[in-house]
């Protein structure tokens, strides 16, 4: 089955600097990949995507980028702000005749500093 | 959170109960889906249903048991038989590749 690598595990970055998460999978066969964000004890948000026939996909303040060559996709965070402190989940995603399954890698706390 | 529901959000039993974990969307989502969240681990899948009446195994689906009577309701038993109940449990739905989180519940066994 798929494997999601997440790093890192934690990270801290001071307010206005930039945060990148990264990930891989194992599953050539993935092809949705989307970014979870999840406060204390509320379910994960869905935050943005991207899907293998796309190299890069940006909202405002938050971009993915994929390379499916080398099986790795990042999360980018510019310009971070307090409230951007959550835990981050990857995941990868594979069609199968049972309908789409979902691998999350272990997840990011990020912590912003004020 | 959007249209998907999940009640308890605290849950208390003792050993040996079966519980069951409420599920409820009005997103006309076919696929409804139940993880389990342990501090450090991620998101395992336990059960998911892509249609009424039909469901699969997850990674982790011993000790867990699932219905899909109804396309908004998805309930989940955490049996006797599983060792660890413990956990912050999570219910999601989706259409075609997109899937969104309800807001969980947090099961504690004694």
New interface residues.
Partial sequence: GENVEQHPSTLSVQEGDSAVIKCTYSDSASNYFPWYKQELGKGPQLIIDIRSNVGEKKDQRIAVTLNKTAKHFSLHITETQPEDSAVYFCAASTESRAGNQFYFGTGTSLTVIP | ?GG?T?SPKYLFRKEGQNVTLSCEQNLNHD?M?WYRQDP??????IY?S?IVNDF?K??IAEGYSVSREKKESFPLTVTSAQKNPTAFY?CAS?Q?????????T?LTVT
């Fill in positions: 959170d998907i999940q696929a889906y450090g681990q991620g998101l395992r899948l998911y892509q699969q997850g990674d999570l989706g075609l590749y997109e899937q969104y989180f309800g807001p969980g947090r």
